[in-house]
């Protein structure tokens, strides 16, 4: 089953002078399987949307359903953060343990999963790390590092949807190398993947579908050599 936005509207600050309408009625599918990226300009909505759909945010109107789950029901909330991991743009910012062990174990023991030192070194294998970072404090990673980090973590929850917002940014030529393949082998194995991404060349080789917003609504959307 996809998530769905059924006329989705989201305002920040509702009923205040500071109302803003981030998100207007919007109606989508994001199927399985496949890798969709979100552009648009500054402001148009995408992070927002990011938020809706793993329930960080609910919607002010309409309803977000994750495999027939609604994220605006609380006892829901706990079987979706599971399916759908959402890393922020500055995923390092999040950061709090003292090796990178507890810093990629932490999320994954929050769904009921202890991971093996053999298990988290495969997944910073997946990432281009390798197990000799695990003894290491996370805050001194560099950029591309902690962002590599983050995702490895994500991946130790197995989630069914993965969404990145910016998943390239700011990392050189191989380590963007390293997250795009990750991402189209996780395609392969059946994850749904759902960037943001200012970068077109990105989003024209990793893609199969996007979505363009602007000023709240969806100025476009479908496959890749449509919109
Ligand atoms: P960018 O490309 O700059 O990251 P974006 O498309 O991700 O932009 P959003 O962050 O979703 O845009 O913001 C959509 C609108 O909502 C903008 O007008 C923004 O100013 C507003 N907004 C975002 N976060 C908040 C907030 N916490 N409180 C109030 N307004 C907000
Ligand atoms: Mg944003």
């Given amino acids: 089953m996809p998530i769905t936005l059924k006329d989705v509207t989201f305002v920040y600050n509702p009923g205040t002078p500071m109302e803003v309408i981030a998100l207007n009625t919007i109606n989508l599918n994001f199927n399985e ?99 000799t970072y695990l003894k290491r404090s996370p805050f001194e990673l560099s950029g591309g590092e902690k962002r590599r980090l983050a995702i490895a973590s994500v991946l130790g929850i197995s989630p069914k949807y993965l969404i990145l917002d910016e998943p390239a940014a700011a990392l050189d030529p191989v380590g963007k190398e390293t997250i795009y393949r990750l991402l189209l082998s996780l395609k392969k194995q059946g994850v749904t993947v759902i960037i943001v991404s200012h970068n077109m060349e990105e989003v024209a080789y990793l893609c199969d579908q996007i979505l363009v917003l602007d000023r709240g609504r969806i100025a476009a959307f479908g496959e890749k050599n449509e919109v």
């Fill in 33 to 131: 399987g496949i890798i969709t990226g979100i552009i648009g300009p500054t402001g148009s909505g995408k992070s927002t949307l990011l938020m809706l759909l793993n329930g960080l945010l609910t919607p002010t109107r309409g309803n977000v359903v994750v495999d027939g789950l609604v994220t605006s029901k609380k006892a829901n909330l706990k079987t979706i953060r599971q399916k759908v991991q959402l890393i922020f743009q500055y995923p390092e910012h999040q950061l709090f343990a003292e090796t990178v062990f507890d810093e990629l174990t932490f999320g994954p023991k929050n769904f009921g999963r202890e991971l093996t030192e053999g298990q988290a070194a495969e997944l910073l294998r997946q990432v281009g790390l390798d197990e």
